[in-house]
């Protein structure tokens, strides 16, 4: 009879998500992220003798507790509040969006609005919203099919938020976080049940697009360059070189690497601890680091997918979910590929290891999202 009763309940646990495996590899990405922190940021007292040699370190740490809070907050926070709020998220995030402008201009762009003890980003929150308000709009109601929607419903309606909320990024300018928020809109459109048609359409219309906007160069010069040195028709200049740099820190670390706080090409990198910070980890620990670091991403990432596929009931938890490990991927594909020399320079952090307030406080929140859906799975 025991064992009737065990059996019963092991089959009722069975395909619940467990996330307990999930939250230990955030935590030894973090505390590795944390560590090549310290090694590549340490240096700025050879350039700015008045700093703290752990400057960037310890306000790293306060990133990291300031996102942890936050995560907190959002998790406890019942799934259905979130996806009952999603629209007002994204009316909030397009305010924010045009509230950058208001603010004076930091090398040359509107990203950031000056809170005096904070300066957030809300083109990285953006991101999180993206993912809410789809998951929200596509699944709000129980038994809802999607495949009986028009051509408004599934594709116009969608596209056009998704388009808004891309052009107000991109015209701060943030190419990178543009294209990042537009690929992974277009991600989720299509695991949300958007027809083969649709993408076909979307796809020309981003070739006249680029066509339009090269021909004409609507971008920044700056943008233009990289574009251009990407293509092979430039082959020098500040980025360039920023990843030649890269290409060479890593190259110099080998198998093993040259151990921590070693590395030397790190002090010729003006932005070794936030978009090149994978170039200082291919220097110090070598190839083992850098496989390393991109197999916990890589296990995080299925480990997200398995649980919402697998584990989750609700259409809408598996959405969030889904739509964070897609995030994360995403980051790690284009931070990877430009110090790889794969794709041009775009000034994308590396989850949870890069240096960046806003980007911290919007991945741990993304995961805070994904406890809340993982704790409150219901049909």
Partial sequence: ?????????????????????????????IVLGLIVMYSASYIVVYRWPGYDFSHYFNRQLVNIAIGLVCMLVVALIPLKKHIEYAPFYMVAIIFLLMAVFVFPTKGGSRRWIDLKFYDLQPSELAKLVII??????????????????GFLEMFIIPMGWLLLVT??????????????IFVLGMMLLFVCGMKYSHIIIVGVLICLSLFIIINFELLEPYQLNRIKQFLGFINDGEAQGQVNIGLNAISSGGILGEGLAQGDLKY?????FTDFVFAILGEELGFVGMAFLLVLYYLLARSLIHAAV???????????????????????????????????PTGVTLPFVSYGGSSMLALLSGFGLVLSALLNDKN
């Fill in 132 to 149: 809410v308000f789809f998951s929200s709009y596509f699944f709000k109601n129980k038994g809802q099919d999607n495949q009986k929607k």
């Fill in 268 to 272: 010729l990198l003006p932005v070794q």
């Fill in 167 to 180: 052009a107000l990024v991109a015209a701060e300018p943030d190419l990178s976080s543009s294209i990042i």
């Fill in 1 to 29: 009879m025991e064992r009737e009763i065990d059996r019963e309940q092991q089959g009722k646990l069975k395909g619940k998500p467990n996330f307990k495996g999930i939250v230990y590899l955030l935590a030894i990405i």
């Fill in 310 to 344: 697998k584990g989750l009931k609700n259409d809408t938890g598996k959405i969030i979910v889904i739509g964070y490990a897609y995030l994360i991927l995403l980051q790690v594909v284009i931070n990877v590929g430009v110090v790889l020399g794969l794709l041009p």
